[in-house]
């Protein structure tokens, strides 16, 4: 640091914001600039099950996430267990209809 009070930090930084790694200088292959889109197509809310919304995750409780469509909040894990339950309900719907007599056609 500069004894200097337009210096903010080491040599050749002019700014705090200089002190700030952008994706391109972080080593975190995580923050690298993609060209590619990356998301979750076809998520449907738990809560109303709309198609392809937008989620909110806060950053102080990232466990607990919104559906912008409901305003809803749900956790991920209570999401799977919703749909594993209407996966369960729907299995054995499944499997009713596949003990049913198999009808002859009427002509």
Known sequence: MSDDPLTYGPAGTSSWTDLIPTPKQSKDPSLDPSPSRRGFVGLRCPKCGEKDVTFS???????????????????????????????????????????????????
Not at 60 to 86: H, K, M, Y
Not at 96 to 102: D, E, K, L, Q, T
């Open 57 to 107: 995750i806060g950053l102080s409780n990232v466990g607990l996430i919104e559906c912008d469509d409901c305003n809803e909040e749900f956790t991920p894990e209570s999401a799977v267990a919703e749909w594993r339950e209407q996966a369960d309900l729907w299995r054995s719907v499944v499997d009713f209809v596949g003990r049913a007599p198999v009808l002859e056609e009427q002509v």
